[in-house]
Protein backbone atom coordinates (compact mmCIF):
# COMPACT_ATOMS: atom_id res chain seq x y z
CA UNK A 1 0.00 0.00 0.00
CA UNK A 2 1.08 3.20 -0.58
CA UNK A 3 -0.07 7.47 -0.05
CA UNK A 4 -1.16 10.03 -2.07
CA UNK A 5 -1.73 13.46 -0.07
CA UNK A 6 -4.61 15.82 -1.56
CA UNK A 7 -2.81 19.02 -1.57
CA UNK A 8 -5.60 21.90 -2.05
CA UNK A 9 -9.08 22.41 -0.99
CA UNK A 10 -11.17 21.09 1.90
CA UNK A 11 -9.24 18.07 2.00
CA UNK A 12 -5.92 19.04 1.83
CA UNK A 13 -3.13 17.15 3.86
CA UNK A 14 -5.59 14.17 3.49
CA UNK A 15 -3.98 10.91 2.86
CA UNK A 16 -5.30 9.08 -0.08
CA UNK A 17 -4.65 5.06 0.10
CA UNK A 18 -3.46 3.66 -3.00
CA UNK A 19 -3.45 -0.05 -3.25
CA UNK A 20 -0.57 -2.14 -4.83
CA UNK A 21 -2.03 -2.39 -8.50
CA UNK A 22 0.31 -3.22 -12.32
CA UNK A 23 0.64 -0.31 -13.87
CA UNK A 24 -0.83 1.99 -11.01
CA UNK A 25 1.25 5.35 -10.99
CA UNK A 26 -0.26 8.38 -8.90
CA UNK A 27 0.18 11.53 -10.34
CA UNK A 28 3.02 13.37 -8.56
CA UNK A 29 2.70 16.29 -6.32
CA UNK A 30 4.06 18.29 -8.06
CA UNK A 31 2.39 17.79 -11.64
CA UNK A 32 -1.22 18.44 -9.40
CA UNK A 33 -0.29 21.61 -8.04
CA UNK A 34 0.64 22.70 -11.70
CA UNK A 35 -2.09 21.16 -13.30
CA UNK A 36 -4.58 22.84 -10.42
CA UNK A 37 -2.82 26.43 -11.06
CA UNK A 38 -3.98 25.98 -14.52
CA UNK A 39 -7.41 25.24 -13.97
CA UNK A 40 -7.31 27.57 -11.40
CA UNK A 41 -7.68 26.72 -7.31
CA UNK A 42 -11.42 26.35 -7.22
CA UNK A 43 -13.66 24.27 -9.06
CA UNK A 44 -16.71 24.85 -7.84
CA UNK A 45 -19.70 24.08 -9.82
CA UNK A 46 -17.45 21.79 -12.18
CA UNK A 47 -18.71 19.05 -13.47
CA UNK A 48 -15.27 16.44 -13.63
CA UNK A 49 -14.98 13.20 -15.21
CA UNK A 50 -11.65 11.21 -14.14
CA UNK A 51 -11.71 8.61 -16.77
CA UNK A 52 -9.07 6.33 -15.95
CA UNK A 53 -9.02 6.92 -12.06
CA UNK A 54 -6.38 4.66 -10.84
CA UNK A 55 -5.44 6.43 -7.33
CA UNK A 56 -8.24 8.77 -8.18
CA UNK A 57 -5.56 11.54 -6.93
CA UNK A 58 -6.66 14.06 -9.91
CA UNK A 59 -10.76 13.69 -9.14
CA UNK A 60 -10.52 13.69 -5.17
CA UNK A 61 -8.20 16.64 -5.29
CA UNK A 62 -10.70 18.16 -8.37
CA UNK A 63 -13.89 17.00 -5.89
CA UNK A 64 -11.29 18.71 -3.03
CA UNK A 65 -11.60 21.85 -4.46
CA UNK A 66 -15.27 22.57 -4.97
CA UNK A 67 -16.34 20.17 -8.29
CA UNK A 68 -19.81 19.45 -7.93
CA UNK A 69 -19.72 16.44 -9.40
CA UNK A 70 -16.70 13.96 -10.18
CA UNK A 71 -17.37 10.89 -12.03
CA UNK A 72 -14.22 8.35 -11.36
CA UNK A 73 -14.13 5.26 -13.93
CA UNK A 74 -12.09 2.68 -13.34
CA UNK A 75 -11.21 -1.09 -14.99
CA UNK A 76 -8.58 -2.61 -11.93
CA UNK A 77 -10.34 -4.38 -9.13
CA UNK A 78 -8.11 -3.39 -7.13
CA UNK A 79 -7.65 0.28 -7.65
CA UNK A 80 -11.80 0.67 -7.81
CA UNK A 81 -11.58 -1.10 -4.19
CA UNK A 82 -9.03 1.48 -2.97
CA UNK A 83 -11.19 4.14 -4.72
CA UNK A 84 -14.34 3.60 -2.82
CA UNK A 85 -12.81 3.11 0.55
CA UNK A 86 -11.12 6.68 0.16
CA UNK A 87 -14.71 8.16 -0.63
CA UNK A 88 -15.82 7.00 2.44
CA UNK A 89 -12.97 7.89 4.29
CA UNK A 90 -13.40 11.42 2.94
CA UNK A 91 -17.06 11.73 2.89
CA UNK A 92 -16.99 12.60 -0.60
CA UNK A 93 -20.71 12.46 -1.74
CA UNK A 94 -19.97 14.10 -4.94
CA UNK A 95 -17.95 11.13 -6.14
CA UNK A 96 -19.80 8.85 -8.43
CA UNK A 97 -17.56 5.32 -9.02
CA UNK A 98 -18.04 3.25 -12.12
CA UNK A 99 -15.86 0.00 -12.30
CA UNK A 100 -15.40 -0.83 -16.14
CA UNK A 101 -13.59 0.35 -19.02
CA UNK A 102 -12.86 4.42 -20.03
CA UNK A 103 -13.75 3.88 -23.74
CA UNK A 104 -17.05 2.09 -23.15
CA UNK A 105 -18.01 4.18 -20.20
CA UNK A 106 -17.81 7.35 -22.53
CA UNK A 107 -19.59 5.18 -25.56
CA UNK A 108 -22.42 4.98 -23.75
CA UNK A 109 -22.77 7.35 -20.95
CA UNK A 110 -24.29 10.77 -22.67
CA UNK A 111 -23.15 13.76 -20.12
CA UNK A 112 -21.10 16.49 -20.96
CA UNK A 113 -17.89 17.63 -18.85
CA UNK A 114 -16.54 20.92 -17.60
CA UNK A 115 -13.02 19.05 -16.91
CA UNK A 116 -11.70 15.78 -18.23
CA UNK A 117 -8.87 13.91 -16.72
CA UNK A 118 -7.20 11.29 -19.10
CA UNK A 119 -4.11 9.34 -17.41
CA UNK A 120 -4.39 6.16 -19.14
CA UNK A 121 -1.68 3.15 -18.97
CA UNK A 122 1.10 4.72 -20.81
CA UNK A 123 1.84 1.80 -22.84
CA UNK A 124 -2.17 1.32 -24.47
CA UNK A 125 -1.83 3.66 -27.00
CA UNK A 126 -5.68 4.80 -25.55
CA UNK A 127 -5.39 8.42 -27.49
CA UNK A 128 -6.32 7.55 -31.10
CA UNK A 129 -9.03 6.08 -29.67
CA UNK A 130 -10.70 8.72 -26.98
CA UNK A 131 -9.49 11.67 -28.25
CA UNK A 132 -12.08 11.29 -31.43
CA UNK A 133 -15.15 10.18 -28.03
CA UNK A 134 -14.25 13.52 -26.37
CA UNK A 135 -16.35 16.48 -28.36
CA UNK A 136 -19.41 14.98 -27.83
CA UNK A 137 -18.90 14.86 -24.03
CA UNK A 138 -17.56 18.24 -23.87
CA UNK A 139 -19.39 21.20 -22.20
CA UNK A 140 -18.73 24.72 -24.28
CA UNK A 141 -14.95 25.81 -23.00
CA UNK A 142 -14.05 22.24 -21.24
CA UNK A 143 -10.89 21.30 -20.86
CA UNK A 144 -8.91 17.99 -20.95
CA UNK A 145 -6.02 17.22 -18.65
CA UNK A 146 -3.48 14.32 -20.91
CA UNK A 147 -0.67 12.52 -19.18
CA UNK A 148 1.28 10.93 -20.99
CA UNK A 149 4.92 9.50 -20.89
CA UNK A 150 5.95 11.15 -24.40
CA UNK A 151 4.01 14.41 -26.34
CA UNK A 152 1.87 13.39 -28.93
CA UNK A 153 0.12 15.09 -31.79
CA UNK A 154 -3.43 15.31 -30.50
CA UNK A 155 -4.92 15.80 -34.08
CA UNK A 156 -7.37 17.66 -35.89
CA UNK A 157 -9.22 19.63 -33.52
CA UNK A 158 -7.47 20.01 -30.59
CA UNK A 159 -5.46 22.84 -29.18
CA UNK A 160 -2.83 22.50 -27.12
CA UNK A 161 -3.39 25.35 -24.26
CA UNK A 162 -0.86 24.58 -21.86
CA UNK A 163 1.79 21.86 -21.55
CA UNK A 164 4.45 21.05 -19.52
CA UNK A 165 6.87 18.09 -18.77
CA UNK A 166 8.39 16.72 -15.17
CA UNK A 167 10.53 14.05 -14.83
CA UNK A 168 9.10 10.91 -17.10
CA UNK A 169 5.80 12.73 -17.34
CA UNK A 170 4.73 14.94 -19.82
CA UNK A 171 1.38 16.72 -19.34
CA UNK A 172 -1.30 19.27 -21.30
CA UNK A 173 -3.83 20.86 -20.89
CA UNK A 174 -6.23 20.18 -24.77
CA UNK A 175 -9.08 22.34 -25.48
CA UNK A 176 -11.29 22.49 -28.76
CA UNK A 177 -10.10 24.84 -31.01
CA UNK A 178 -11.79 28.00 -31.19
CA UNK A 179 -13.14 27.09 -27.51
CA UNK A 180 -11.47 29.31 -24.89
CA UNK A 181 -10.68 27.83 -21.32
Not at 82 to 95: E, I, R, W
Request: with cysteine; glycine share 12%; net charge positive.
Amino acid sequence: MGRVRIIGGAWRSRLLIVPQAPGLRPTPDRVRETLFNWLGQDLTGRFCLDLFAGSGALGFEAASRGASQVVMVEASGRAYAGLKANAVALGATQVELHRGDGIEFLARDARRFDVVFLDPPYKSRYWTRLLPLLPARLAPGALVYVESAEPFDPGQGWEVWRQHRAGQVCYRLLKRQGGSP
